[in-house]
């Protein structure tokens, strides 16, 4: 018995949106229970015409075509309500699940968070089911997470792959004949090493042209990534030998706090430039974000692992910065990342340039606006794009608390100033000694609301971080010391980066100072 995920695709730029004016409470909650609202009491729009059979909206509930209704109905009425809409002329139907299993065991491994004293399922890395209760459901959701998904089994993923609907991705959660460990998840954002997602072509997908592929053996459809354990390497002395014995002295607050605010001091501003998106016009060779590229006669459009086209990211003018050191003063560099649910991001290798690309020219005349190829005319959808990049003069920037650089100078001060009690970084590892467990995330956390965050778009400098930076576990990343661009989630303009992140680029300063962009490390993180 397998058990699979149902998400709209990352590709599936069908997004539904709570209706302009629509006050927040007007939305219901899909926690399992039945709805009392009627179609036209939901407040939804979309945003441009429905393409494919699955819409972008809510986890926890599904928003189909009439197609797919039809398709399914037969198989969701027992488990569902099924509540038709009226998205500006187009019929869709919301399905609103309403069986929830209580079928997770104590062998499952979970992520829970406690608050006020309630204890949540954040999220679960690996899914261990009870068959008998499963067995007969095709449709229902799990307690402890019903906001936080819907599940079904074959019989869905059959019918949605034999009738060709477009737009599902199907996450395999639970296969009974599987061996224990093989399917597990490593992030919050539902994305495992087995997957089938409708409607598409490539080497990462199950083809709908062969259903029959379905019912074989289990195998990878995309090759896994090293787990967590495979991939961290020793970063500190806290990495190295048993785990330090519990600490029952006083604590240290103060210590903490001096340390880390001289840690932060002992490392240089370095220059960078802000950039501001703009509605205005850009020319063919202007920095721009999303639209369409500027390319030279004989480049080809990158492709991803699968041979799919790339989604055009950014546009950067060399000559548009303020002078910045190593940058240089002109030529044209295009970003594009994958359109699927991590961007092209692969934990496993941030710097190989498979799921992202970056193009350089130097000698940009000649490069005239080119249209992206069919499978990717409609980019990451984002807003109603291209904008404008518009930078101002340099400005200092300063490294954030989770900086590969600020955490080994404070590991190197604290563990000179108190050789009893060593670390290998200060967030976790110096919260040993604090009385509060969270001591220095929130202190990172506070600074950073007061700072305001960084500009929306960002050259140059030190990075900041939604939540940690890779460099501090995997010293293979070390080198990637510059700041190449950095891009905000920006909700005014739709540009959505998972729940409110930042894209980064980062290169070798002396790879930037030899005009060589071919080794480039590519991280995202939200949250």
């Given at each position: 018995m397998r058990v699979w995920r149902i998400d709209a695709s990352k590709s599936n730029k069908d997004l539904l949106l709570r209706s302009e004016g629509a006050p927040y409470g007007s939305m219901p909650e899909f926690d399992g229970n039945r709805l009392e609202k009627c179609g036209n009491d939901i407040p939804l729009e979309r945003r441009r015409k429905l393409r494919n059979d699955l819409y972008t909206y809510d986890p926890a509930a599904l928003i189909v075509s009439d197609k797919a209704h039809s398709v399914l109905a037969g198989c969701i009425e027992e488990s569902a309500q099924c509540i038709k809409l009226d998205l500006d002329g187009q019929v869709a139907w919301l399905v609103n699940v309403t069986t929830v299993i209580d079928c997770l065991t104590s062998e499952s491994d979970i992520v829970a968070d406690s608050d006020r004293g309630f204890t949540w399922i954040r999220y679960v890395r690996q899914y261990e089911l009870d068959e008998t209760l499963v067995s007969g459901a095709s449709l229902f959701k799990i307690k402890g997470i019903e906001t936080k998904g819907c599940f079904c089994t074959d019989l869905i993923v059959s019918r949605v792959i034999e009738a060709g609907l477009k737009g599902f991705y199907f996450s395999l959660v639970f296969d009974s004949s599987a061996p224990r460990g093989l399917i597990k998840f490593e992030r919050i954002v539902p994305i495992g090493d087995f997957y089938i997602e409708s409607g598409k072509r490539g080497k990462a997908c199950l083809p709908r042209e062969n259903p029959e592929a379905f019912g074989q053996e289990l195998v990878p459809l995309r090759k896994p990534t090293a787990s967590a354990a495979e991939r961290i390497e020793p970063s500190g002395p806290s990495a190295e030998g048993p785990e330090p014995a519990p600490y029952d002295g006083p604590a240290l607050d103060d210590d903490i706090r001096a340390v880390r605010e001289e840690a932060l001091a002992s490392l240089p501003g370095l220059p960078a430039a802000a950039g501001e998106l703009s509605d205005g016009p850009c020319g063919a060779l202007g920095s721009r974000v999303c639209g369409s590229p500027a390319m030279l006669p004989g480049e080809e459009w990158p492709e991803g692992p699968g041979g799919e086209p790339l989604c055009f990211l950014a546009q950067l003018d060399m000559a548009d910065l303020p002078p910045l050191p190593g940058f240089p003063e002109k030529g044209l560099l295009r970003l594009f990342v994958g359109e699927g649910p991590e961007f092209g991001l692969d934990p496993s290798d941030m710097a190989a340039?498979?799921?992202?690309?970056?193009?350089?020219?130097?000698?940009?005349?000649?490069?005239?606006?080119?249209?992206?190829?069919?499978?990717?005319?409609?980019?990451?959808?984002?807003?109603?794009?291209?904008?404008?990049?518009?930078?101002?003069?340099?400005?200092?920037?300063?490294?954030?608390?989770?900086?590969?650089?600020?955490?080994?100078?404070?590991?190197?001060?604290?563990?000179?100033?108190?050789?009893?009690?060593?670390?290998?970084?200060?967030?976790?590892?110096?919260?040993?000694?604090?009385?509060?467990?969270?001591?220095?995330?929130?202190?990172?956390?506070?600074?950073?609301?007061?700072?305001?965050?960084?500009?929306?778009?960002?050259?140059?400098?030190?990075?900041?971080?939604?939540?940690?930076?890779?460099?501090?576990?995997?010293?293979?990343?070390?080198?990637?010391?510059?700041?190449?661009?950095?891009?905000?989630?920006?909700?005014?303009?739709?540009?959505?980066?998972?729940?409110?992140?930042?894209?980064?680029?980062?290169?070798?300063?002396?790879?930037?100072?030899?005009?060589d962009f071919s080794d480039i490390m590519y991280w995202w993180d939200c949250g």
């Open positions: 340039q498979a799921g992202f690309r970056a193009l350089w020219a130097p000698d940009p005349e000649g490069a005239a606006l080119r249209a992206a190829p069919e499978e990717a005319e409609d980019g990451l959808g984002w807003g109603d794009g291209p904008w404008a990049m518009r930078f101002a003069g340099p400005f200092e920037s300063r490294p954030d608390d989770v900086d590969f650089r600020v955490e080994g100078a404070f590991a190197k001060l604290w563990n000179a100033a108190h050789p009893g009690l060593p670390v290998g970084r200060m967030h976790d590892d110096a919260d040993r000694y604090a009385s509060d467990p969270g001591l220095t995330w929130n202190l990172s956390s506070r600074e950073g609301a007061s700072a305001g965050g960084p500009p929306a778009v960002q050259v140059g400098g030190y990075p900041v971080f939604c939540q940690d930076d890779w460099r501090n576990w995997e010293e293979r990343y070390r080198p990637y010391d510059t700041l190449l661009f950095q891009l905000s989630c920006d909700w005014d303009r739709w540009i959505a980066i998972g729940d409110g992140g930042r894209m980064c680029f980062l290169i070798p300063s002396e790879k930037l100072a030899a005009g």
